[in-house]
């Protein structure tokens, strides 16, 4: 800089750095040697500041003993907690003939309801305690308690008694201890989270093959009250090695918010797909509480009829791992959709099969296939709506909401059977709001991806 250059001055303030002003109108003149600093003149401007760095996405095992066998923990946990729930077609059957004869199905049906409901609850709970980083102590405690109540069935004698430990107890600490189980999963995968999560329902469906043969063939062969202990006995072998294998991997979250997260609902591809779920339960487990009691009502032989749930629990091993390998390829709601399409075409179906062995029998064997392949994606579309450090809260929120679905289906169900005396109207029932879960999942995904193609 010259400095015999001038800083004009009008009003005390600088309005100019150039050749010197006349000392008119109020122009104050000074040189620059008259500033009190001198040295090289800096322009001010605003620094525009660093961006803070983006969260990193973490980074996920996809594999490897530990992760597997964090797999297979939630395989045993699903076995001794979901295969438990989805036998109670061979219960509702022993109770309606023994038990409570003069009780219409639908009001046996309510033990079988709140216990189906009842286990969807307590994720909320146990998701939130999750991303918190309290898992494995709940989770001990939660076991004894499970097993405890499933003892106390055993003793039980009155319809109230029936309801409130079948029911009440064994739904909500198996809630308790499955509710988190997905999220745990998701800890140690994200690439093959669908594959991962075909994996855990596996358990449920190997438990809902096996436990009704072996309750069936216990009821034939010793009393009710230790065919029910020795049941206990199996599943607290499962639940103590899935203890001793189920462990998360994320560190404590830091999400903000209780536990209930209402503002996922502010989401709109999330409270569809809630909805979603909500109505297709009100019909997708219908037909395994009673396809038992139509064949039996059509002049089938119980001795084989208590075998189709059985069959619809094994083949719904094909759904749950073959859908995992698909969801993983194509996307989650991409491969749900058509399944439980499939699912509801065979639940119209079902009634008309119930005279013959062979029709019944391949109906069981899709149907199987359809709702299993729907359990095994349960957790995948919450899981993607939203980051890791919200999972387990996240899907907790959604599988606890699935409750009011799982409980009001089966005694609508059987309300509609008391009404109509067949099965007829109850497959149009739960086919038609199956349909009608399928158009929310088309909408979910829609919102999800903004456009009608596309992996999700």
């Not at 494995?136 to 109540?149: D, E, H, K």
């Not at 039980?156 to 309801?163: A, G, M, P, R, V």
């Not at 198996?174 to 988190?180: H, M, N, T, Y």
């Not at 957790?379 to 409980?407: K, V």
């Amino acid at each position: 800089m010259d400095t015999t250059d001038k800083i004009s001055i009008k009003n005390e303030s600088v309005v100019a750095l150039d050749a010197p002003y006349n000392n008119a109108n109020g122009v104050i003149i000074i040189s620059y040697d008259d500033l009190p600093y001198q040295g090289i003149p800096a322009v001010a401007f605003d620094v525009e500041k660093p961006h803070p760095p983006l969260p990193q996405a973490p980074e996920f095992p996809e594999g490897g003993f530990r992760a597997w066998s964090v797999v297979a923990g939630a395989a045993f946990m699903s076995f001794a907690t979901f295969g438990w729930v989805n036998s109670f077609g061979v219960f509702q059957t022993y109770y309606q003939t023994n038990t409570f004869k003069d009780e219409s199905a639908s009001n046996i049906a309510w033990i079988g309801s709140i216990q189906y409901g009842l286990i969807f609850i307590p994720a909320l709970f146990t998701g939130r305690l999750l991303d918190l980083g309290y898992y494995n102590g709940p989770l001990a405690v939660n076991s004894v308690l499970y097993v405890i109540s499933l003892f106390l069935v055993a003793e039980c004698k009155t319809y109230l008694q029936f309801i409130l430990c079948q029911g009440v107890a064994t739904g909500i600490f198996a809630g308790l201890l499955f509710g988190s189980t997905p999220a745990i999963v998701s800890h140690w995968f994200h690439k093959k989270r669908s594959l991962a999560f075909g994996v855990l329902a596996v358990g449920s469906s190997i438990g809902g093959t096996i436990l009704p043969i072996a309750t069936q063939q216990l009821f034939n062969r010793v009393s009710f009250q230790w065919a029910i202990r020795i049941l206990a006995f199996i599943l607290a072998f499962a639940v103590l090695i899935a203890n001793f294998l189920l462990r998360p991997r994320l560190p404590p979250s830091q999400a903000k918010g209780g536990m209930f997260n209402w503002a996922a609902f502010a989401n709109p591809p999330f409270a569809f797909c809630v909805l979603a779920y909500n109505v297709s339960f009100l019909g997708l487990f219908v037909p395994l509480i009673y396809m038992d009691l139509s064949g039996q009502a059509s002049g089938l032989s119980p001795a084989f009829t208590f075998y189709l749930i059985a069959i619809a629990n094994c083949a719904s091993l094909i759904g749950r791992v073959s859908s995992g390998f698909l969801a993983d390829k194509y996307g989650a709601l991409n491969t749900l959709i058509p399944f439980t399409f499939v699912g509801g075409i065979v639940t119209y179906a079902w009634p008309y099969a119930t005279a013959h062995v062979a029709p019944l029998v391949v109906v069981a064997i899709i149907y199987g296939c359809a709702t299993g392949a729907f359990v095994s994606l349960l957790p995948s579309a919450p899981a993607r709506l939203g980051g890791m450090d919200d999972a387990g809260r996240r899907i907790g929120l959604a599988i606890s909401c699935i409750a009011f679905g799982a409980a009001g289906g089966p005694p609508l169900a059987g309300a509609i059977r008391t009404k109509s005396g067949g099965f007829e109207d109850v497959g149009l029932y739960a086919g038609s709001v199956i349909m009608l879960g399928c158009v929310l999942l088309l909408i979910t995904r829609r919102l999800a991806l903004g456009q009608w193609r596309g992996k999700f």
